[in-house]
């Protein structure tokens, strides 16, 4: 047992005493052992258009569509992206509706965690919680434990309705609003289909100017937008993610802002203020996104 923790542990960086004393210092660690963070141009495009105020929720800005391209072979050759893929069709979009889950949905839930588990952000994130108490050592009790915190079900709206995983990631309608759906794979796959009608970006603070907003030229290259879209028929009129992360990074993240942070956590990240707001539903993850704060210009 120790020769196989040994083995799956080595080759990722332990987590400094600054590191496991800041969050922000162990999220940018993570920004950094991110090897599958997609690269702008080569693997995906972006056009975000029209910009708007947050209280324009009605106005559309976009005439087209916000992803241009993602290079699909590049993307599932990536066994998390081709796992997480899979789960995607796997929720009632309702809430109020209890899931119900098959085997086969259980098996893709498993396949998407052991690919996980062969990423260095996770072995990061496994490293970090080991060292503070939070999480059993060994492998299999690991990856159980990553299982129950983003795939056991709970009350949203009624019994075994919602996960973490659903409402992060995939999105719900709850009272004919879009709740959740924070991940760009999800707006991209529902794009594509159709789904998504993409309808402008909220312009960031400048960090130099706090009150210009006029002057922000988007270059496509942005890593974390907020962005107004509908859903069908249901809207979301303000949304944040993260473009072009992988979703190793982004389970790390949240599991890390759910399991050590509070509500809010501020970070640098990559030239972005932002805050990583976590909610928790009782002792269940909630709710775990993005907010961008501001952009720093670059000199």
Not at 130 to 143: D, I, R, T
Request: proline letters at 3%.
């Amino acid at each position: 047992v120790f020769f196989f923790f040994f083995f799956v542990m080595v080759g990722t960086p332990i987590p400094t005493e600054a590191e496991l004393d800041s969050i922000s210092q162990a999220v940018n660690k993570l920004w950094d052992l991110d090897e599958n963070r997609l690269e702008c141009g080569t693997h995906y495009r972006i056009n975000l258009q029209g910009h708007k105020k947050v209280y324009q929720k009605d106005t559309d800005a976009a005439a087209e569509s916000l992803f241009e391209f993602v290079d699909k072979d590049h993307f599932f050759s990536l066994g998390t992206y081709a796992t997480f893929y899979k789960l995607l069709d796997n929720y009632e979009k309702t809430t109020g509706k209890a899931e119900v889950v098959t085997n086969e949905e259980v098996h893709e839930n498993r396949q998407f965690i052991d690919q996980l588990m062969l990423t260095k952000p996770i072995k990061y994130l496994r490293k970090y919680l080991v060292a503070k108490g939070l999480a059993p050592k060994e492998n299999v009790a690991f990856k159980k434990f990553l299982y129950k915190i983003w795939f056991t079900l709970y009350r949203r709206g009624t019994r075994n309705d919602s996960c973490g995983f659903e409402h992060v990631f995939v999105g719900e309608i709850k009272h004919d609003k879009v709740i959740g759906f924070h991940n760009w794979i999800q707006l991209f796959v529902e794009e594509k289909k159709g789904n998504i009608d993409y309808q402008g970006y909220i312009c960031p603070r400048r960090r130099r100017n706090r009150h210009d907003h006029s002057h922000y030229e988007p270059d496509g290259d942005e890593r974390i937008i907020s962005l107004n879209f509908k859903w069908g028929d249901e809207a979301k009129d303000v949304s944040s993610t993260f473009i072009g992360v992988s979703p190793e990074f982004e389970v790390a993240l949240y599991t890390l802002c759910f399991l050590c942070g509070e509500e809010n956590n501020k970070i640098y990240l990559d030239d972005y203020d932002i805050n990583i707001k976590c909610y928790h539903q009782g002792k269940h993850l909630g709710t775990c996104f993005p907010e961008l704060l501001a952009m720093h210009e670059q000199q």
